[in-house]
């Protein structure tokens, strides 16, 4: 069946250091990628998506890339601040089951000043 | 504001006791889901609904059942909860087979 693989964490960066989450998939056909966004306390909120290969799915400094050829969504930003701290969810979603999303184990991400 | 609300945030309970996870949304959207959250595995789907008086299966749905009488409401019962089921929940709506609104969550602890 579909599934999302991110690397583990917890990532710990300085402020202002480029980040890098892995994420990788197995689907068939063409899901759409997401990530998602948990800070402490609260629940998940939309980063960023992408639905078809090659699209650059961009917000708040983060992007990633739908890359097809390696079943890959890598989550970067170039310059990470102490509000980004928090848990990091790619997903992806086949539009069936109601829109189910199928996610990744999640990768916490500390940012220290 | 547009927003899913989800109620209780917290709750423990003992094992047996029947619970229901209230969950509303005010965005008028046809697609709701509940989701469970573990340590190391990420949010699996438990039930969905796509319509009211339409719900189906997820991939965890044993020991839930869920009720959508009206297209604001989903929400999720556990008759007879058992320590298994301990697990952080979220509400989640779409307009459609897309992007997901969260909702704030649900701890529950069953001892």
């Known amino acids: 069946g579909d599934s999302v693989t991110q690397m583990e964490g917890p990532v710990t960066l300085s402020e202002e250091a480029f980040l890098t989450i892995n994420c990788t998939y197995t689907?068939?056909?063409?899901?759409?990628l997401f990530w998602y966004v948990q800070y402490p306390g609260e629940g998940l909120q939309l980063l960023l998506k992408a639905t078809k290969a090659d699209d650059k799915g961009s917000n708040k400094g983060f992007e990633a890339t739908y890359r097809k050829e390696t079943t890959s969504f890598h989550l970067e930003k170039g310059s990470v601040q102490v509000s980004d701290s928090a848990v990091y969810f790619c997903a992806l979603s086949q539009g069936n089951q109601g829109g189910k999303l199928i996610f990744g184990q999640g990768t916490e991400l500390s940012v220290k000043p | 504001e547009a927003q899913v609300t989800q109620n209780p945030r917290y709750l423990i309970t003992v094992t047996g006791k029947k619970l229901t996870v209230t969950c509303s949304q005010n965005?008028?959207?046809?697609?709701m889901s509940w989701y469970r959250q573990d340590p190391g595995l990420g949010l699996r789907q438990i039930y969905y609904?796509?319509?009211?008086?339409?719900?189906d299966k997820g991939d965890v749905p044993e020991g839930y059942k869920v009720s959508r009488k009206e297209k604001r409401n989903f929400p999720l019962i556990l008759e007879s909860p058992s320590p298994n089921q301990t697990s952080l929940y979220f509400c989640?709506?779409?307009?459609?087979?897309?992007?997901?609104?969260f909702g704030p969550g649900t701890r529950l602890t069953v001892l």
């Open positions: 689907a068939t056909g063409y899901p759409s």
């Open positions: 965005m008028n959207h046809e697609y």
């Open positions: 989640a709506s779409s307009p459609g087979e897309d992007t997901q609104y």
């Open positions: 609904s796509m319509n009211v008086e339409v719900t």
